[in-house]
C-alpha cells in the first residue's frame, strides 16, 4: 500500500445469528475493491471479543477511513456496535465515516441519526449522504448483493465522497501536531 492508498475499514455491525448483514458488507466491499486507490479490510464485529482487546485498537489505528454497515434494531443500532465505538477514542479521531444501514420501515435511517451523534462526539467526520437499504424492497443476485441500479448508484457517490475527505484528512492528520 503506497501514500496515496487509502485503507478503509467496512465495520459489520450486527453480530445476531440470522442477520442480513453481511452480504450487504461484501457488497461495500466489492464497491470499494473497484477502486485502485483503496484497500478495503471488512472488520465482522463477530470476529473480536466482547471486550474489544487488544486486536481492536491495532484494526482501528490501521485504517484511514471507515463505512459502518448497520441494522436498525427498535428504532437504534446494535449495542455491540455502541460498545465497539465507546472503547476507543484516539484512534477514531479525524476520520471520514459512511453509512449503509438497512431495516424495514424506515430502512436504517434512525440507526445513523444515532450513529452521527456518537461519531461526531469520537471527532469523526460522518459523510453527510447515506445508503439505507429497506429489507423485502430490494432484489438481490446470486451473491446476495443489493441488485438495485439506483443503491449502486448511491452507494458509488457516498464512496466517492468518503474517498474524497478520507485522502484529505489523511494529509490533515499527518500534518496535525499531537493532542494532550
Do not use: C
Not at 38 to 53: H, M, W
Not at 67 to 85: D, S
Not at 161 to 178: M, Q, V, Y
Amino acid at each position: 500500500m503506497n501514500d496515496s492508498t487509502l485503507s478503509i475499514g467496512v465495520i459489520l455491525g450486527s453480530v445476531r445469528e440470522g442477520r442480513k448483514g453481511e452480504p450487504i458488507a461484501r457488497w461495500v466491499m466489492d464497491l470499494l475493491g473497484t477502486r485502485s486507490d483503496v484497500a478495503p479490510e471488512l472488520l465482522d464485529l463477530r470476529d473480536f471479543d466482547p471486550s474489544f482487546g487488544q486486536r481492536w485498537p491495532e484494526r482501528i489505528t490501521a485504517h484511514d477511513a471507515f463505512v459502518i454497515v448497520t441494522p436498525e434494531y427498535n428504532h437504534g443500532y446494535p449495542g455491540t456496535l455502541k460498545n465497539a465505538l465507546d472503547a476507543l477514542y484516539g484512534p477514531w479521531n479525524d476520520k471520514p465515516v459512511a453509512f449503509v444501514s438497512y431495516g424495514f420501515s424506515a430502512s436504517g435511517a434512525r440507526a445513523i441519526e444515532q450513529l452521527r451523534q456518537v461519531t461526531s462526539e469520537l471527532r469523526m467526520m460522518p459523510i453527510r449522504d447515506e445508503v439505507n437499504l429497506r429489507l423485502g424492497a430490494f432484489r438481490t443476485d446470486h451473491r446476495g448483493f443489493p441488485d438495485d441500479e439506483r443503491a449502486r448508484e448511491r452507494a458509488g457517490d457516498v464512496m466517492t465522497e468518503l474517498l474524497f475527505w478520507g485522502h484529505l484528512l489523511k494529509e490533515g492528520r499527518s500534518r496535525r501536531p499531537a493532542r494532550s
